[in-house]
């Protein structure tokens, strides 16, 4: 079982982006799901999360407001949605999954990582 992330690329500021990530092999129902973001010489950082069971979707202040997180009916994939974007939006972005009962807000929760894909925000 894999994760795939597509999606990044440049992007001038006030501009948007729609990043996706999917799993091969088998669907995710139980999975929770994060994207998450570096920076080089910082941590990774939290984006968003969706718990599998929908009901505690959560945004990092930064993003609150301009970036949603979805999933598809047969939760195969999520998105997320990155409208007026900055310049320190810039970064690797990844999508993460789990199925453990791990806290969801420790990055060594996630058992699936995807590939990072790259977006860049020009000012």
């Known amino acids: 079982v894999q994760l795939q992330a597509f999606g990044g690329g440049l992007v001038q500021a006030g501009g948007s982006l729609r990043l996706s990530c999917g799993f091969s092999?088998?669907?995710?129902?139980?999975?929770?799901m994060a994207w998450l973001r570096q920076v080089p010489g910082k941590e990774r950082e939290f984006v968003a999360r969706?718990?599998?069971?929908?009901?505690?979707?959560w945004y990092t202040g930064s993003v609150r407001g301009r970036f949603t997180m979805s999933r598809n009916g047969a939760k195969d994939t999520v998105w997320l949605q990155m409208n007026s974007l900055k310049p320190e939006d810039t970064a690797v972005y990844y999508c993460?999954?789990?199925?453990?009962?791990?806290?969801?807000?420790?990055?060594?929760?996630?058992?699936?990582w995807g590939q990072g894909t790259q977006v860049t925000v020009s000012s």
């Open positions: 993460a999954a789990k199925t453990n009962s791990a806290p969801l807000d420790r990055t060594s929760s996630y058992e699936l």
């Open positions: 092999g088998r669907t995710f129902s139980a999975y929770d």
């Open positions: 969706f718990p599998w069971r929908g009901d505690r979707l």
